[in-house]
C-alpha cells in the first residue's frame, strides 16, 4: 500500500517529491504513459533499480499451455499472455565510469511529475556519485496521442561540481529478465518463451530490432533514432546484437554544460506483414516524427490534450484532493482507451501486465458507457473488435453445445482463456454485457450504420446463446440455471438476477433491432419465428423474489444461504479469496461485488425506487468489495437512494484505489474499471444520469462537501453541459439541435438559446445501511480540512 | 472394448485361448495377480510386446507437482501417484540368439489360463523362432496370499523339433519406460521423476536392487533368487547395475530336455527404514520363500483358496456364463483386500495405474460393506488406515473453515489430491460414507474394542464436520449447501439428499457411540452439549422433496432443471464428460451415477415402497451409467422393487465390465467397486439383504434365469447360509450361537439346528421402467440358450 499522502496536491499534475523504493512498481503503473497502442510503464530511464519492467504493444501475446491437474472437456488448452515486448525506454548513464544508479552514491533530489495537461512524465534528478561527482538529469517522456506508433524521450545531463566525463547509451533491449510474480492470481502467469530475434541494425544514429514470438507467431519491432545536442569533442558510436541495439554518446562536460538527446521512438507489430514491410514501417514513422520533431510532438501533446480536457475534464469544487484524483483518472482513461482502434481494451490498459494483459465484461459495463458519452467513436472501434471476434465466439458456443456465439470471459485475441470455468466459461453474463454496451451506444449515438455493419449481429448471436442457454419450465416460466453472475464470490448459480435482466434486454433488442433492419437481419437467417422465440423467453424471464424478505434475492437460493460469519473474519483475512476456499464463499451470503446492485444500476427500470432501497440496505452489509469493480457502483446505487454521504465515501474510495493502491496490486497495473468508474460514479452517481427508454435522464443532488460539479456528455450529435450546485442543476446545450431530457420526472427541452435551471433533487433516504465489520469505506470528512495537511485516506484495514 | 467371447465358459478358470495385441493391455489387468500388497499386471514373462507394464506395491507413490491455470487457496500443491516399481516378471529367453517376442516367428499356440482355485496364472506358448526352431513356453506366476512380500514364477522351456542354444535371462529393472498415457482423465497422471538407485547386488542366483523415490522419498527394495533345473553343461552368470539385476542361464537342450527355473521374488518398501534393514527384510522373506519351496506355496495358495471359496464363494446355477464372471469377481476382490492390512485400497487395486492409484469413497461404501460380511477383520483393517490418516484430515478441516475431519476424495497417504474441487473437496460425502462402513461395521461385528480404538473417534470428527458444514436456517431446519453427491453430473448443489440422508445417520451414530462410550467420547472432547447439537442437526436435517412430481430430488434445484437432451445425444457422444462441458451437465437433469438411487439402498429406511418404486421410475430414464458405479446399484433397488428382469439386465453388465472392457478403459486397471458390487447385486439386489435396525433382514427372490443361488455371511461372530430358488428360500446357521433374522416382515430365529425354509417373496412391480435413449442395458436371455455357443455381450453402444 502507498501509506504516505505519496503526491502533492496539485489541480493539473501528480508530482512525487521523494523517490521510494518500496512502492516503485507501484509508482511505475501510475506513472505509465500511453495511447492505447504503445503502452510504457513509468520505469526509471536507467532501467534499474525496476519494480516492474514493461513495454507493451496492444494485443501483442504470447501463448502458453494452459495446465489442468485434472482435465475436461472444452478447458481452453493455451492463454494468451501480454508480452514485455523490446524496451526503448532505457538511457543509461556513466559518470565519470560509475554507472546512475540511484542504490549508489547519494541522490539528492528525484521529482518525478506527470503532467496531465501536457501528457508527459518529466522527471529530474541531482545525484552524486559514489565518487563524488554532482550531476543532475532531466528527462521528459512521452507517448504520442496523435502519432499512434511514436513515443519520444529528451534526456539531458548537466554536471554540477566539476567538469565529468559523461556516456550516455540509449538502447532497445529486447527479453528483459522479469522477476518473480509470486502466487497473486491476479498478477500475471509464468514467464513465456523469449522472443526470438530476426534483425537487428544500427545505422548512424539509428537501431533496430525485429523479433517474433514462437507460440503466437507475432512479429514485432522497436526502432530509435536521436537528435544530439553536446559540446565539442563529444564522440558516437553504435552497435546492435540480436536483442540489443546501442547508441552511445559521449563527451566531456563541464559544469553549465549539458549532454541532451532526443530519442524517438517506433514501435509496430504484426501478423501478417513481413519482416521487411515491418521494417520500413518503422523507418517511416521515426521520419514522421523527426520531422514533427520534439517540440512539435509536445506541441501536438498539449493541444490534444488541450481539447480533451475543455470536452471531457470534470470539475469539482470544494475537495482538491478528489479534483486531482478524478483528473489523474481521466487522464489513464484517455490513455487506456483513445487509440485502441478495433483491439481490446485490457483491464490494465497498458501499464502492467496484471491479468495477463486480458480484456474481460469490465470494458463492456465499465468502460464503454463512459467512453459512449464523450467519445462515442472510441466506442464504437471496440465493438467493433468484439465483432471481429465472432467467428471465434460462434465456435466456441459450438464447442459448449449451444447456439449464437459465447465470447470469452478473458481474451486478448478473442479465444477463451479462462482456466477455471466456474468463474470463467459459466460467467455468460460477458454476452449480456457486450449487448448492454452495443444497445447503449446505439441508443446514445443513433448510429444505423454502426447498427447494421456490427450491432445487430452483435444482438442477434447473443440473443441466439441466451434463447439456448435458458429454457422454458413446465409452468412457462424462463430459466437460465447453473451461470456465474458478476459476483464472483458466488457461482453456478439459477437465475442470477443481474444476469437474466441483462439476457432479458438483450433479446429485446435483438427482436427490436432486428426489426428495423429487416434486411440484414434476414441475411442473418433471423426470422419472425426467431423473433417471436426472444420476445416469448424476455417475457416468460423469471426474476426469483424473496417473499418473506422483501428483497429481490442474487438468484434463486442466495438468501436462503448461511450469511458469512463476517464476526469470525479477521481483517487480514480479506480479500477473502486469498484465505478461504472457493467453496465456502459460493455457498453463503458474502459478496465479493456488487451483483444484484449493479443490476439495479444497469436495468434500474425493473425496481421501484423503493425495492431499490430494501435491496441496497439487504447487500451492503453483506458486500465486502474484495474486487476494484464493486465501490464505484455502490457509490451510484447509494447516491440514487439518497444516502449521499456514504455514496461519497464510495466515491473517495474508487477515486484513490491507485493512488493510493487500495487493493494491493497496483504494482501489476492500474485498474482501468475505476478510472473509469470515478467518471460513473460522479456522472450517474451524484448528477443522477440514466438513460430512460431512449432519453437521457438526470437526478441530480450533491453530497454535502462538493459544492460545484460539471461534466459534459455527448449524446446524438448534441453536446450537452450540467452544472450542479448545492441547490439548483443548470443545464446547458453546447452543440446541436434542441433536445428533450428528463430532469427528475420533468421533460426538459435543451438548446443553445439558454440554459434550464432547477433545483436540485431531494431524496428521503432512510438509515445509511451497515457494511460488513471491518469494511466501513472510509468516511471522508463532509468539509474541507482547513489549512491542514493534505488528507490522509488508509484503507479501512 | 473385448469384442469377442475372449474367454472360455469353464466353472474355475479364465482361459484365453489365442493371443489379441489389440486387447493386450486389458488382459493383462483381467491376468493381474495380487494379494494387496504387491501387485503384477498379467505382461508376459518376456517384458515385450506390452499393454503397460505394471508391478505396484500397496502405498508406493511418488509426489508430483499439480499445476493450475489460475491457482486458488485451498488447492493441493501435489499430488500423489503408484509408482510402477521394479519389475521382476521379466524372464527373457534368447532361442539360438533370436529373442523370443511374439511379434516375430510364428506363434502356433499361445494360451493364459488364470485360475481361481489354485491362484496361478499359467501360460504355454508354442512358438517357431524366426530361424525355424519351435520351442514350447510355460510358466505358471503366482503372488502368494499366505507370503505377503513374496510372489514366484516357474519358467520351463523345451525344444520341440531340433536341439537349441537357449539363454534365459532372469532380471530385475528398474525405471521401465512406460508409454504415453493420453488425455482421458481417468487414465493416470504425468509421468514421473524416475526412482533413484540405492543399491544393487548379485551373489550367485539372487539379485538386489534397491531405490527410492526422489521427492515423497520411499524406500524400495526387490530381490529375486532361483532354482533351476537344466541337462549338464548348463552355464549360470550375474551382474548388476544400478537399474538392472540379471542372472542368465544358458544350455543347450535337445528335443525332449527342458530348462526349468523357478524365480522367488522378494518385495519391501519403507518410508522409514534404512536401505540395510530393507535389504535384510527382502534376503529373509526369499529365505522364507525358498525354504517353503514352490510346490510349498502352490499348495499353500491352493488351501489358501479352498477354504476362501468354501467360506465366500457364491453359487448359481442357470447362468453358467455369469457364475463364471461372479467367480472371476471374487477373485479379484480377494486379492485386492485380503492382506491390504492398514493400507488403502485403490480404485483398481494393484491392478494398473488408473486415477494414480488413488482411493476414493468407493472403498467404503461398495468395497468394505461387502468385505464386512466376510472378511470383517479386513475392513476394520481398511477402517484403521483411514483412522490413521486422521491427523491429516483434521488439518485439512481446519484448512477449509470446517470443525473436525474432513478426509480427502482421492488420495494414498491421506492428503488431498484432486485437483479439481467442485468434485473433489465439494464432495463431502466421503465423509459420511466413511462413518457409514465404521457404523455398518460395528452393527455387523459388534466389535467393542475397534469402535473404542477406531470408530468413535472417526463418527465423532465426521459429525464434527456436518455439524460445521452445515445450519440450522431461519425455520429451524438444517441445511447443507454447495456440496458435490455422488452423481459427477452434478455439482455445488444445495441439500444433496444422499449427503443430508448419510449425514444424519453420521451425526445420530456419533451421538450413540458416544453416549456407549462415555469416557473414550469424553477424552475427545464431546460433551453433552455436542451430542445434543448433533442430535439436533440430524433430526432437523432437511430432505427436499417435490410435491408437484411426488418424487424425491436429488438435491434442492434438480428436478426443476431441464431434462438433457437426450435424443438429440449420439452414442458416440457418451460418456458424456469426455464430449460435453461439465458446466452444460450440472445445470440439467442427467446422472451420471445412481446418487437419489443410492441413498434408497443405503438409508432405505427413509423412503416408503412407493416412493422408492416412484423415485426408481423417475431416475431410470435420466441415469447416464457413465461410471461404473452405477449398474450394480441400480441391479438392487430394481430387484427391491420387483424389476428382476432389469436387476438382472444391470447384474450382468456389472458382471461383464471388465471381462468385456464395456467401460473401454479396463487397460487401467479393473474395477474394484463393480466387482464387489457383483456381489452384492447378487445378495443385497436378489437376496434383499439389508441391515434394518441392528439385525440383519431378507427379502428373497430370484430373477427367471437363475434357478438357484446361495451365498454366506458372517454376522456377529455367526455364519449364515442363504439357499434361494424360484420357490423358496432356505437359511441355515452353520456356526454361532442362535441370531434372530429378518425374513421379508417376520423375525425368524436362525440355529444350526435346523434350517428355516420359507417361500420367496413376491413383489408387486409396475411396468418396466425407461431408460435414456442408447443406454437400456442389454438384455440378458432369461432362458439359457441351448447348446449354443457363449453368448456374447455386447455393449449398448
Known sequence: MITQPAFAVEAWTIRERELNLDVLAQTESIFALSNGHIGLRGNLDEGEPCGLPGTYLNSFYELRPLPYPEGGYGYPESGQTIVNVTNGKIIRLLV?????????????????????????????????????????????????????????????????DAPVRIVVQSELVANEALPDVGKDPR???????????????????????????????????????????????????????????????????????????????????????????????????????????????????????????????????????LQQAVRFAQFHALQACRRGEQHPIPAKGLTGPGYDGHTFWDTEIFVLPVLTLIFPHAAAEALRWRHSTLPL????????GLRGAAFPWRTIHGEECSGYWPAGTAAFHINADIAYAVTFYIACTDDHIFEQEVGLELLVETARLWRSLGFLDTHGQFRINGVTGPDEYSALANNNVYTNLLAQQNLRAAAEASRRHPQVACSLGVDTDEIASWNEAAEKMFIPYDQDLNVTPQDDAFTSYERWNFAGTTPDQYPLF????????????????????????????????????????????????????????????????????????????????????????????????????????????????????????????????????????????????????????????????????????????????????????????????????????????????????????????
Open 96 to 160: 565519470d565510469g560509475a554507472p546512475f544508479d540511484i542504490r549508489y552514491g547519494q541522490l539528492q533530489r528525484h521529482e518525478r511529475e506527470l503532467d496531465l495537461r501536457a501528457g508527459v512524465l518529466r522527471r529530474t534528478a541531482m545525484w552524486s556519485s559514489p565518487t563524488g561527482r554532482t550531476i543532475k538529469v532531466s528527462s521528459i517522456r512521452l507517448v504520442s496521442f496523435t502519432q499512434r506508433a511514436i513515443a519520444a524521450i529528451s534526456y539531458e545531463v548537466e554536471p554540477l
Open 187 to 321: 498478477a500475471s502467469a509464468a514467464s513465456l518463451l523469449p522472443l526470438e530475434s530476426e534483425e537487428h541494425e544500427v545505422q548512424n544514429m539509428r537501431g533496430l530490432l525485429i523479433h517474433h514470438t514462437q507460440a503466437s507467431h507475432l512479429r514485432i519491432g522497436a526502432a530509435m533514432d536521436h537528435l544530439v545536442e553536446g559540446p565539442e569533442g563529444m564522440t558516437m558510436e553504435a552497435e546492435s546484437t540480436p536483442d540489443i541495439a546501442r547508441v552511445s554518446f559521449s563527451a566531456w562536460l563541464q559544469p553549465g554544460e549539458r549532454l541532451r538527446i532526443i530519442k524517438f521512438l517506433a514501435y509496430g507489430w504484426s501478423s501478417q506483414r513481413s519482416r521487411s514491410a515491418i521494417h520500413d514501417q518503422l523507418i517511416a514513422a521515426l521520419t514522421a516524427a523527426r520531422s514533427t520533431g520534439w517540440e512539435g510532438l509536445l506541441a501536438e501533446q498539449r493541444d490534444f490534450l488541450q481539447a480533451f480536457w475543455k470536452h471531457a475534464g470534470i470539475e469539482m469544487e470544494g475537495d482538491a484532493q
Open 393 to 400: 465466439a460462434r465456435e466456441r458456443a459450438r464447442q459448449l
Open 578 to 797: 486469498l484465505h478461504v476456499p472457493y467453496f465456502d464463499l459460493y455457498r453463503k451470503q458474502v459478496v465479493k461485488q456488487a451483483d444484484l446492485v449493479l443490476a439495479m444500476h444497469l436495468r434500474g427500470d425493473a425496481f421501484s425506487p423503493e425495492q431499490k432501497a430494501r435491496n441496497f440496505a439487504y447487500y451492503e452489509p453483506l458486500t465486502v468489495r474484495d474486487s476494484s469493480l464493486s465501490a464505484a457502483t455502490q457509490a451510484i446505487i447509494a447516491a440514487e437512494v439518497g444516502q449521499l454521504q456514504l455514496a461519497y465515501d464510495y466515491f473517495a474510495e474508487v477515486a484513490f484505489l491507485d493512488l493510493y493502491d487500495l487493493a494491493q496490486n497496483t504494482r501489476d497495473g492500474l485498474h482501468l474499471a475505476s478510472l473509469v468508474g470515478i467518471w460513473t460514479a460522479l456522472v450517474a452517481g451524484f448528477g443522477g444520469l440514466r438513460l430512460r427508454g431512449s432519453s437521457l435522464a438526470f437526478t441530480p443532488k450533491l453530497p454535502e462537501r462538493i459544492t460545484r460539479l460539471t461534466f459534459r456528455v455527448v449524446f446524438r450529435n448534441r453536446c450537452i453541459g450540467v452544472e450542479i450546485t448545492p441547490t439548483e442543476v443548470r443545464y446547458v446545450l453546447l452543440k446541436g439541435s434542441p433536445l428533450a431530457v428528463w430532469h427528475e420526472d420533468e421533460t426538459i427541452t435543451l438548446s443553445t438559446q439558454e440554459a434550464v435551471i432547477r433545483p436540485t433533487s431531494q431524496i428521503q433516504a432512510g438509515p445509511r445501511p451497515d457494511q460488513p465489520p471491518g469494511r466501513v469505506p472510509l468516511k471522508r470528512a463532509a468539509r474541507p480540512l482547513s489549512d491542514g495537511p493534505v488528507e490522509l485516506f488508509h484503507h479501512n484495514r
